[in-house]
């Protein structure tokens, strides 16, 4: 036996050719198992994992990104919302300024309007005084001219007396 | 009685079968095949088993899962490209091999299935004739592009083109032969050292200093092994990867 | 060293064979037992320099690594949710702001329509008073001077009568005075 197993030992069991099919079926069959375990266990497994993780982390960067986007049109929206606001209001001010100019027009013609119609009767009345002023005036100073006359102790007739005013009169 | 040292440091690589007989035919299972298995199962432990949880914060398996997968994975995309990505099965493969192969060898007593330079020169074959047949179908006839180098005058080119062939045909033989060489070469040093340690019984008077000395020349063997052992296996990938982007781009 | 003792005594059992195909696994004669001492040795070491510690703790620092990634991104989405949440509810708040601004503006209108109303009101009044005034003032003007008239014509028709009447007399200093007088009392 010792010889045998002498005679099987070769300087190097690496050169021992007579191991070499059985060295490349088994190597062959390894590789196929390995090539099977990684493909359908272990790529599947890890690799998942590793592309969950990276996936997780990129949606949520991602939908940090959108909700960004959303804050800022939402922030956009809210500043055109209170600019709108602000440019109402300011036609509603500029509105009511209108409508009070106008009010203010109308009611500064109405009252220009009475004011001119009183001064119209005014001047319809004065110009009545001066119209009734002869005949007033002729009868206050035949009166005032007789009694003036009189206290004199002029004698003086109703008819002198008429004659002298309408001469003044004329005069 | 043994009274002088016999050494046997070859003897560790033997194809054998496991359940016994002496003649290994093809289908035979041998120490080998075992190794070869063991293997299988100490991937199945570390990927699949070890990252069963799917964690999204992962635990402490299951993240030595995902570093000994990104690894690769980083190796791939950054050696190879974006584009070799669909490749990266097969390199995890070969890595996958290599490196169970290379570190289980560690385990005294145990076979280094990586020291054949059968299954290396297989392995780099197979690199060989698959990165050679992709640059084809791949690129077609621009693939010769690869031996034409067009940053060179034209009048070395030819002469370039021949020296740019003959290493592309020993790129398996080197790919193949620097594996086995290394995991051979360690272990084979760590039986001499071994050997050694047997003085301490045949001499007393000189074993007391030569046996602690081949024990700690071992143990510092191993911290360099461990070493070897991922690197070569790092480097049997990483060169996969240089051969599988050549294919892929092959214009200098 | 207790371990290298009790190599050393299973080395030195008798039944050791002569034989070096028949060594025995437990012995120095045989390498891989003294690789299988040199390993454990070296395992010994890695243990001692808290190598698996230290690679415990790498994976957990990874670990947590990958924990705060994934709450950092979560926070970063959060608090985009609460900017976004607050712009909400700032724009549901919006319109009663909106509102709010109108009716004021509304109503301030409103107060300062009144407000000129009232200004405009009592301006009308003045006018129409002053007018009125005016006007009054100029009807006395009018009939003072009717009546002035009236008593200077008086007054010099009358004069005139008693001229006539007294020429002879030749009092005229006295009538002139006396006429003064009348007219004096009539004003």
């Known amino acids: 036996m010792a010889t045998e197993a002498a005679t099987k030992t070769v300087a190097m069991p690496q050169l021992d050719f007579s191991t070499y099919v059985n060295q490349f079926f088994w190597l062959l069959v390894t590789l196929v198992v390995i090539y099977f375990v990684v493909t359908r266990l272990v790529i599947p497994r890890i690799g998942g994992v590793l592309a969950d993780r990276k996936s997780t982390i990129e949606r949520d960067i991602a939908a940090a990104e959108e909700l960004k986007q959303k804050a800022i049109s939402a922030e956009a929206a809210y500043n055109q919302a209170l600019a709108d606001a602000r440019s109402e209001a300011a036609r509603i001010v500029e509105a009511a300024r209108a409508e009070i100019k106008k009010d203010l027009d109308e009611a500064t013609s109405r009252a220009d309007a009475e004011i001119m119609a009183k001064s119209a009767e005014s001047e319809k009345r004065i110009a009545a005084i001066r119209d009734s002023a002869l005949e007033s005036v002729t009868q206050v100073a035949h009166e005032t001219a007789a009694e003036i006359v009189a206290v004199m102790g002029g004698s003086a007739d109703a008819e002198a007396v008429s004659a002298a005013v309408a001469a003044r009169l004329k005069g | ?252 | 060293m207790k371990r290298l003792a009790i190599l050393a005594m299973l080395a030195a059992t008798p039944a050791m064979a002569a034989e070096e195909h028949a060594v025995p696994f437990f012995s120095l004669h045989n390498p891989p037992f003294v690789v299988v001492i040199a390993f454990l040795i070296f395992l010994g070491i890695v243990v001692k320099a808290k190598v698996p510690g230290m690679v415990g703790k790498a994976l957990d620092t990874r670990a947590d690594q990958i924990r705060k990634d994934l709450e950092e991104a979560r926070l970063i989405r959060e608090e985009a949710q609460m900017i976004l949440a607050s712009y909400e509810r700032k724009q549901k708040e919006v319109q009663a702001q909106a509102d709010r601004i109108v009716a004021q503006a509304k109503s301030e209108a409103q107060t300062a329509a009144d407000q000129a109303k009232a200004d405009l009101k009592a301006s009308i009044a003045r006018r129409l008073a002053a007018a009125e005034e005016q006007i009054a003032s100029a009807e006395q003007a009018a009939m003072r001077e009717v009546r002035d008239r009236a008593i200077t014509v008086a007054v010099a028709a009358a004069g005139d009568l008693l001229t006539k009447q007294m020429n002879a007399k030749s009092a005229n200093a006295l009538i002139d005075d006396a006429i003064g007088q009348v007219g004096a009392r009539l004003n």
């Open chain 2, 1 to 252: 009685m043994a009274s002088s040292l016999t050494f046997h440091p070859m003897e560790q690589f033997t194809v054998s079968p496991l359940f016994g007989g002496h003649e290994v035919h093809w289908y035979t299972i041998t120490n080998q095949t075992l190794w070869m298995a063991i293997g299988i199962c100490c991937i199945l432990l570390l990927l699949v088993i070890g990252a069963r949880a799917r964690a999204l914060v992962p635990g402490r398996s299951q993240s030595a899962a995902e570093v000994f997968y990104s690894f690769v994975h980083n190796m791939v995309r950054d050696v190879t490209g974006e584009d070799a990505l669909p490749y990266f099965p097969y390199v995890l493969t070969i890595f996958c091999f290599v490196f169970f192969a290379n570190t289980l060898s560690l385990i005294p007593t145990s076979f280094a299935v990586t020291s054949h330079v059968a299954v290396t020169g297989l392995l780099a074959i197979i690199v060989f004739l698959s990165v050679t047949i992709l640059g084809f179908v791949k690129n077609g006839a621009h693939f010769l592009e690869l031996f034409w180098v067009k940053s060179a005058p034209w009048y070395v080119r030819p002469a370039l083109a021949v020296i740019e062939l003959i290493s592309y045909f020993v790129r398996p033989v080197s790919h193949s032969i620097r594996l086995a060489g290394n995991m051979m070469a360690g272990h084979a040093v760590m039986e001499v050292f071994a050997t050694f340690a047997a003085l301490i019984v045949i001499s007393p008077l000189v074993g007391v200093f030569v046996t602690p000395l081949s024990l700690a020349a071992i143990t510092a063997m191993y911290a360099l092994e461990v070493l070897v052992a991922v690197v070569q296996a790092y480097i049997f990938t990483i060169l996969t990867c240089v051969y599988l982007k050549d294919a892929l781009h092959p214009s200098h």
